[in-house]
């Protein structure tokens, strides 16, 4: 049960599949007088577009799919290169690498997203593009990014798969940036499984996208077109099934958040008086999707001290969200001459050894956050994980 919408999975998501199932009827196209076409796809996108107060939104297959989507369609070209933090999750490198590009890793800070201080320092003659990652459902420092990229005239490529719900400043991740990419998959805020979406105000692009998404097709189309197509794409669609269970989910996903605030909240006001650590930075904390309760010790010596009495881990050990765990990616950077190995972010590594992630909705020991509460946590229960940290930090 790794995600909150996967908790509250309910008797919503359940009529919604039966509903695409009885139709017969599972594809994202079809006629509108046809009644057993139910264009749930269509409709996932017109709300998710209306969520996040976006112009538009692409339903495809997954988070990964929407990164690729995004990049191709923002036009970038191979040996272009792209800033990117060095703790993210391994498809935010990936998509860039099968778009042709180079990934530049950058340092992260306290709010364990893109340090805007360190990215001006990366910035080359090749540089066209910051993908800044909305990590634990915490929107980077947006303020700050978009002021680089204006200086520099660079796009902005917004990775929110773990964000779908946050905001910043008022305005929804993904919508503050060129274009923004969302992921489905089990460990996010909502989930099908599988999926994902793109959301971008520019028509261009929103054009790009769809066509890239499939096979090089325009916007909803109906039928087979026979020719006018002048874009190459692939096959990233996203199915009716999907996109039923999506939209059941989305319709739940201001009461997840609200009610992840409140327990985190609890939570976090109980552990408090521990010493030792101090919360991890929220860049907007009214944005916040309230997934994680990230905690920074002063020592490294404490929090592996400290995660190892939970049964935690601390960040740096957790896998595929630090950029020297990737062992496919490394070999990848290290031909093409990218710093890769452990150090060569210091400030980073720094960082994510002194961190442990607290679960509050997103259970997930890849991102270490094996432990903690979860979003059906009753009061008892956090009191319960609060009293267990408090003490595992007094030992
Ligand atoms: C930051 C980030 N980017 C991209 C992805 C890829 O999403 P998906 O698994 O849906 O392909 C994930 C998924 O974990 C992610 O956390």
């Known amino acids: 049960m790794p995600?909150?919408?996967?908790?509250?999975?309910?008797?919503?998501?359940?009529?919604?599949?039966?509903?695409?199932?009885?139709?017969?009827?599972?594809?994202?196209?079809?006629?509108?007088?046809?009644?057993?076409?139910?264009?749930?796809?269509?409709?996932?996108?017109?709300?998710?577009?209306?969520?996040?107060?976006?112009?538009?939104?692409?339903?495809?297959?997954?988070?990964?799919?929407?990164?690729?989507?995004?990049?191709?369609?923002?036009?970038?070209?191979?040996?272009?290169?792209?800033?990117?933090?060095?703790?993210?999750?391994?498809?935010?490198?990936?998509?860039?690498?099968?778009?042709?590009l180079v990934p530049v890793l950058a340092e992260i800070d306290e709010s364990l997203t893109l340090d805007p201080v360190d990215i001006e320092s990366r910035i080359t003659p090749r540089t066209r593009a910051i993908m800044p990652v909305h990590m634990l459902g915490n929107p980077c420092n947006m303020d700050a990014v978009m002021k680089i990229a204006e200086k520099h005239g660079l796009l902005v490529i917004e990775d929110a798969c773990q964000s779908a719900g946050a905001s910043y400043k008022g305005k929804k991740a993904g919508t503050i940036g060129n274009i923004g990419a969302f992921s489905l998959n089990i460990f996010k805020t909502i989930n099908s499984g599988d999926g994902g979406i793109v959301i971008t105000s520019d028509k261009d692009l929103y054009e790009r996208a769809f066509a890239i998404h499939d096979q090089g097709h325009k916007p909803m189309r109906f039928g087979v077109e026979v020719g006018s197509r002048n874009i190459l794409g692939l096959n990233f669609r996203m199915n009716e099934l999907t996109a039923a269970v999506s939209l059941a989910q989305l319709q739940k996903i201001d009461r997840i958040i609200s009610t992840l605030r409140e327990k985190r909240e609890k939570f976090k006001k109980l552990i408090s008086p521990a010493k030792g650590f101090r919360f991890r930075r929220l860049n907007d904390p009214d944005g916040d999707c309230a997934t994680l309760c990230s905690v920074i010790f002063d020592t490294r010596e404490q929090a592996a001290r400290v995660a190892g009495s939970l049964g935690s881990k601390t960040v740096d050990q957790s896998g595929w969200h630090v950029y020297s765990n990737m062992e496919h990616v490394l070999s990848h950077l290290k031909k093409i001459g990218q710093p890769h190995t452990r150090g060569a972010y210091p400030r980073t590594d720094d960082i994510l050894g002194r961190t442990i992630n607290i679960s509050v909705g997103v259970v997930d020991g890849g991102l270490g956050s094996g432990w903690g509460i979860n979003i059906n946590s009753t009061d008892d229960q956090i009191e319960a994980a609060a009293e267990q940290f408090i003490a595992a930090c007094e030992n």
């Open 3 to 100: 995600g909150p919408g996967a908790f509250w999975f309910g008797k919503e998501e359940t009529d919604a599949v039966i509903e695409v199932i009885r139709s017969g009827y599972l594809f994202r196209y079809g006629s509108e007088n046809d009644p057993s076409f139910l264009h749930k796809t269509a409709t996932l996108e017109r709300e998710f577009a209306r969520y996040s107060n976006a112009g538009y939104a692409l339903a495809t297959s997954s988070g990964t799919a929407s990164l690729l989507v995004s990049l191709l369609a923002a036009g970038l070209e191979p040996g272009d290169e792209i800033i990117v933090p060095a703790y993210t999750f391994v498809a935010s490198y990936s998509s860039a690498i099968f778009a042709g």
